[in-house]
């Protein structure tokens, strides 16, 4: 019997004991699910913005609360890496942006992401290192639509050049960092655009010597259900169909997706004054630089003749933005399979474009060609309209250009004057299918030759002693300042300060004075009734040219024989003109305007035009400064 109370007594507390431990367990469940569920409300009110640091010199800024979490909102993840050699941008875990590699494509890295769904609207690399790039990256950055998902990162060194208003912009834009970045930092950076920054991280170089660690950020960013383009005063028309599909997919291109005034995508032609459209097929040399190829277009289609028809776009390559560009627009747009590299490929990407241009047109007689990256003037096509008519005429034309080489701001007054040079321009252009079909093609050079096209087209044994017309001041205007062969410090040098004509339908003199034999005329009568300067004076001191009339004058260069330079390019460089090679000469012999006055330049003994020095006259000699290799 006692043995019988004790167990039971035993089986009780053992009852007791349990159910204790139970009550033990199911307490400490409820408080570490009250404890995560608070920890989570608090991470989603600060939008989740998470920084990774490395050592002691990444900082994470923590942005103010976002929209508050609830049941119907949709998140999505972002990391975004800056480095000196790398910027990669991921959402949830899919990389939609990777930059690798040093020293290419340094600068500040821009993406804009679509606020509904996070797919690539923009992507752009501003090398804020060199100057003026942050000036692009704030007119790009005032074409976002608000609200749009905006990446910022740095890669290698993006800080040099980037100037306090760029600063105080990005400051207005959320970033805390902004005023603090300097020399080789990182930074990544995210915004709801001109609504807020999302997440911020800052890595601090220690040296000058080095780069800071990478700066690497993530954030959970609440999407929204509106994309940002369903603009119901939109009319329903098959210009806004293309509109929205365009505006859907691509971002940075201003108010041709604004709401309230869009840009108009359709232009009523004007013509022009003797067969109102110039009927010539137009030649557009383009590459995936779709935002140059919109500017363009947009100037291109509003001028006045413009043959809308018969225009083509080659792109070189499968790039899907810059055909949807000429969607836009409603015009063809063509696009090529690459062959060879850098130049080469190049100079494929023109041959297989004329080549398609001739089979497009069989019956046209001439091409206009022009790249992507060209403004035109107004009357552009009057231009070619007035002067076509040479190529038939003259067998010693090889082309006729819009572009002049040293058609500077300084340099150039007159938009009605023509010249014939022996350099072939391009940037604008036009010559004959049978130049190009008798000559050209059949011996345009392989994929495999490193070539530029341009320069093969003035090589003696092509060009074969022909000549161009120029016009004193061009009728193009080159503004894109990266590719193969550009980049920003050599547009800003060469470039930037090219004259554009602006005035509407100029009427060319003495056209009918560009053939051979009646130049040569005209040049001579030029020469005999100039005012010779006084050649004892320094030629690049301020008081060499006078100011006082609008004479023409002359001067007289030594130049021993007709590749003898060595006095032009040093006159180049002291009158700011083209300078890399030697150009825009017609037998020994320069035109140009400086301080406002028509100058003419003549190389003795090479020109022909030397038998006009007087004999006092002793021809200006400038010897090219050698550079002090201590």
Known sequence: MISRR???????????????????LVVSLVINISFIIDTRQKLHQQTGAVGHEKGDIVHTVH?????????????????????????AVKVNGRNVYLNDGFDEDRGIHVLVLNQANLEVMARKVFDTYQKNEDDDMLRFLSNISPGRIIVYAIK??????????????????????????????????????????????????????????????????????????ECASWPDTPETARRREFCQKYEGYGAVCSCGAPEPLSFTVKPLEVDGVLDVPVTIIASNRPAYLYRMLRRLLQTSGVPVDKITVFIDGYFEEPLDVTRLFNIRGIQHAPLGQKNARI?????????????????????????????????????????????????????????????YDHSCADETLLYRIETMPGLGWMMKKSLYKDELEPQWPAQDKQWDWDMWMRHGAIRKSRECIIPDISRTYHFGSKGLN??????????????????????????????SEKYEVL??????GAKVLDHSKDPCAEDFIPKTDDSTYVMYIQMKEERDFETWKQLAKCYKLWDLDVRGFHKSMWRNFLHGKHLVLVGVPASPYSDLKPDNVHPIFLQEKKENKE
């Not at 609504?195 to 929204?224: D, F, R, V």
């Not at 001439?366 to 038939?392: A, G, K, R």
């Not at 040049?523 to 005999?528: A, E, M, N, Y």
């Open 347 to 407: 100079a494929q990407h023109y041959k297989a474009s004329l080549t398609a241009t001739f089979n497009f047109f069989p019956d046209s007689g001439y091409v206009i060609i022009i790249e992507e990256d060209l403004d035109v003037s107004p009357d552009f096509f009057l231009y070619f309209q007035q002067t076509m008519h040479l190529l038939d005429e003259d067998p010693t034309l090889y082309c006729i250009s819009a572009w002049n080489d040293q058609g």
């Open 63 to 87: 942005p103010q609360a976002d929209i508050k979490p609830s049941p119907a909102l949709r998140q999505a993840r972002v990391e975004v890496t800056s480095s000196k050699q790398l910027v």
């Open 486 to 515: 550009i980049n920003p410090y050599f547009q800003e040098i060469y470039f930037n300060k090219h004259k554009l004509q602006s005035k509407p339908n100029v009427r060319l003199k003495d056209v009918d004075r560009m053939t």
């Open 6 to 24: 004790m167990c039971g007594h035993k089986n009780c507390y053992v009852k007791i004991c349990k159910s204790g431990l139970l009550l033990m």
């Open 523 to 528: 040049v001579r009568d030029l020469i005999k």
């Open 156 to 229: 290698d060194e993006g800080t040099f050049n980037l100037q306090e208003r760029s600063r105080g912009e990005l400051l207005r834009l959320g970033s805390e960092s902004a005023p603090l970045l300097h020399w080789r930092d990182t930074w990544a950076f995210i915004a709801r655009h001109k609504k807020g920054g999302l997440g911020e991280s800052y890595g601090e170089s220690k040296e000058l010597t080095q780069w800071a660690e990478p700066a690497i950020l993530t954030a959970n960013i609440t999407l929204e259900n509106n994309n940002g383009v």
